[in-house]
């Protein structure tokens, strides 16, 4: 009865315009792309072992393949232009110079980390990571580069999943099995967690609003989250699809408005939260089905929403009263 009524509410909501672009090696799993300063879109293939930049001017993609077995999980591009690619099956990050090719393999140094998940990097250059059934968040200073610190999270078979990094370069990070949120100190690498009051929650993706808040979304439960660190307080909508919307990539735009993708309705829905109103304003269907949309990146410098899907494809949505940079 609650997902039927959801549906029907979200029908109503405005949606928002999305181009999407196919990407010319089948069946690879697009994934997780970020733009870079000159408006290309890098992203990896997760089950084809490259990387891959598209130019949205001309449609146009350019491939680059890494090495065998490189289970490519995400990649995210630093302030000096390198990519840096989380090496999922190979237990390591790749350095990538964007005209060059591979510069650096750097592995990880506990084999139970074997598998780095996400990547996201801090203002002064460091580099956080979730490592998800190693059951570790790691850190990497790259300026120079130096070694990996592995942080085990409390909470065994956790599966450390999302990470975003607040205004203080302090990671938060989702535990996928453990029903928590989580975060570390950057000095002293002490891992905190917050309990969800739901110990059923399976939180995916999580973003912070610019007054510090954390929001998720229960991919179990069909749930948008919000915990305020000041006091672990959490509260929760149920997402516009109801308990089978299956929320997973999420994103956070200039004006604070949250943004995730419900991978459970065929096709795929993306869907405009705002946090002030707390009501949803936009859902929008995914015109190629999307089949799950697993990251996005929103790149304030247009104002634009980046996202790779199951379908094969990579999209574009162009989201309403932003002005760009």
Same mark, same amino acid.
């Given at each position: ?28 799993? *697009? ?21 891959? #930049?598209?130019?949205?001017? %001309?449609?146009?993609?350019? #491939? ?17 232009? @390198? ?5 999922? #099956? ?11 090719? =591979?510069? &650096?393999?750097?592995?990880?140094? $506990? ?7 996400? =990547? ?29 610190? =592995? ?11 999302? +990470?975003?990094? $607040? ?13 928590? +949120? ?8 002490? *891992? %905190? ?24 979304? $229960? ?10 660190? &000041?006091?672990? @307080? ?16 999420? &994103? ?8 995730? /993708? ?30 799950? /949309? ?14 790779? %899907? $199951? ?7 162009? =989201? *309403? ?5």
């Amino acid at each position: 009865m609650l997902a039927a009524a959801a549906a029907g509410f979200a029908q109503e909501l405005a949606p928002v315009p999305i181009e999407e672009w196919t990407v010319p090696w089948p069946d690879t799993r *697009p994934r997780d792309p970020f733009v870079d300063v000159a408006g290309g879109v890098w992203f990896v293939g997760q089950t084809g072992d490259y990387m891959a #930049r598209l130019d949205p001017r %001309t449609g146009e993609f350019a #491939r680059r393949d890494l090495p065998a077995g490189t289970g490519p999980h995400n990649l995210v591009v630093a302030a000096d232009g @390198s990519i840096w690619v989380a090496g999922n #099956r190979t237990a390591e990050l790749q350095v990538h110079d964007p005209t060059e090719g =591979l510069t &650096a393999r750097i592995p990880m140094p $506990d084999p139970s980390a074997a598998d780095p998940h996400t =990547l996201v990097f801090a203002s002064d250059g460091t580099l956080w990571f979730t490592v998800q059934n190693g059951n570790f968040v790691g850190r990497l200073r790259t300026r120079p580069v130096g070694e990996v610190d =592995l942080v085990a999270v409390p909470t065994a078979t956790s599966r450390p999943y999302g +990470i975003v990094l $607040d205004r203080g370069g302090r990671p938060w990070f989702t535990e996928f099995a453990g029903g928590k +949120i989580g975060t570390v100190d950057p000095e002293t690498l002490v *891992p %905190t967690e917050y309990e969800l009051p739901r110990p059923e929650t399976r939180p995916r993706r999580l973003m912070l609003t610019s007054d510090g808040i954390v929001w998720f979304v $229960d991919y179990a439960g069909g749930m948008l989250g919000r915990l305020d660190p &000041a006091d672990g @307080s959490v509260r929760e909508w149920p997402v516009p699809g109801g308990e089978t919307g299956r929320p997973y990539g999420m &994103a956070v735009d200039a004006q604070d408005r949250l943004w995730f /993708v419900e991978t459970g309705p065929k096709p795929n829905r993306l869907v405009g939260f705002d946090p002030e109103a707390e009501e949803y304003f936009s859902v929008t269907e995914v015109p190629s089905g999307a089949g799950a /949309v697993r990251h996005m990146y929103y790149d304030p410098r247009s104002g634009e929403l980046w996202f790779g %899907t $199951d379908a094969g494809t990579i999209g574009r949505a162009v =989201l *309403p009263g932003i002005d760009p940079e």
